[in-house]
């Protein structure tokens, strides 16, 4: 008897590779974070689309929260106004929030979804606004220990995941940006993107949140060294705070957050890595940095 050789075999062991991982995560909603800084490729856009959709139709919850700093400080810029941030945050005029609410949901937001949508009728986007997702309220910069204002720019105080949760369980993908309602639905806040991930992901109770960026992770040593920190305790992380610097804040903040409410594990990868998301799956410690629970936590 001849047994005939196969050209596929490989991709069926590949497949049969994932096997564990993907039952792992079966039915588990995965918030994943996709910055403004990994969004300027086109082909990494695309490739996080397909990445999504996979998780999708591998039997996961994958909610996306998107941020949009660059096309919104190139917006600004084309209507000659100023980008100016404090530790992390950009000071947010009404003026300003206009046009964050036309780049968030407008054009970044609405690319998302397009691109989610070239596999079929799956993403929906939203913004905190809608549903009463997310409501804020207003965050002030700590910058050299004082109290600045900054305008329009919140901080989650409450999430009612109730719509992205009806959402999902009709199968879809939501896609949500990061503006949030006041409690007295005067005006909205500028929330930052990473923020509302981490909120977000506590809230719906997720398996993990993935924020996708333009580094590596969170380096050790950053600006003098790019050694990688691969894993660390929330105690450690929260150690470590007071050292972070710029956009690293809000996001070690968010993993810090989410993990102390629930979220199993909160992960930094780099967006600039075509399928980042994916390689996740493939590799046992992951890549990037990962943030866990501390010891005796979560069992
Ligand atoms: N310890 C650190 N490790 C890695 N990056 C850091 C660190 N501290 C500050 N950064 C800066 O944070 C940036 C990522 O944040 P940000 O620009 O807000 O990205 P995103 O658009 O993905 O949210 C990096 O490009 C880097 O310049
Ligand atoms: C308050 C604040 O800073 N909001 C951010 C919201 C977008 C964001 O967070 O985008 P990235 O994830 O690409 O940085 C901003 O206005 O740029």
Redesign the pocket.
């Known amino acids: 008897m001849s047994t005939r050789q196969h050209t596929a075999l490989p991709k069926a062991r590949t497949l049969i590779e994932a096997l564990p991982w993907l039952t792992r995560h079966h039915g588990k909603t995965v918030v994943i ?7 300027v490729d086109e082909e990494l856009k695309a490739a996080f689309a397909q990445d999504v959709v996979f998780l999708r139709h591998a039997g996961l919850r994958p909610v996306v929260v998107h ?1 949009g ?2 096309q919104i400080s190139a917006q600004l810029d084309r209507l000659g106004l100023t980008s100016e941030f404090k530790a ?1 945050l950009r000071v947010t005029t009404p003026e300003t929030m206009d046009v964050v609410r036309m780049v968030l949901a407008g054009q970044v937001q609405r690319e998302l979804v397009g691109l989610l949508n070239q596999h079929g009728p799956l993403a929906v986007g939203m913004t905190g606004e809608d549903a009463h997702l997310m409501t804020a309220t207003k965050r002030w910069a700590d910058v050299d220990g004082e109290r600045v204002d900054i305008g329009r720019v919140g901080d989650v105080s409450a999430v009612e995941p109730g719509a992205v949760r009806a959402l999902l369980d009709d199968g879809r993908i939501p896609v949500i940006s990061s503006i949030a309602r006041s409690a007295d639905d005067e005006h909205v806040y500028n929330v ?3 923020t509302a991930a981490a909120a977000l992901a506590a809230a719906l109770g997720a398996e993990t949140l993935m ?13 003098r060294s ?1 050694d ?1 920190i691969s894993r660390l305790t929330v105690s450690e992380l929260e150690k470590l705070l007071p ?10 903040e968010g993993c810090l957050h989410a993990v102390r409410q629930g979220v199993r594990t909160a992960r ?1 990868i780099d ?1 600039r890595v075509q399928h980042a998301i994916l390689l996740e799956i493939f590799t046992d410690e992951g890549i990037g940095t990962m943030v866990v629970p501390d010891e005796g936590e979560h069992a």
């Not at 974070?33 to 969004?39: P, R, V």
């Not at 924020?211 to 040593?221: F, I, K, N, P, R």
């Not at 050292?243 to 070690?252: F, H, I, Q, R, T």
């Open positions: 974070k996709f910055g403004g800084n990994a969004m941020g700093g660059p992390g930052n993107a990473d924020v996708l960026t333009d580094v590596e992770g969170l380096y050790a040593d950053w600006p790019d990688v050292d972070l610097a710029s956009g690293m804040v809000p996001k070690m930094v967006g």
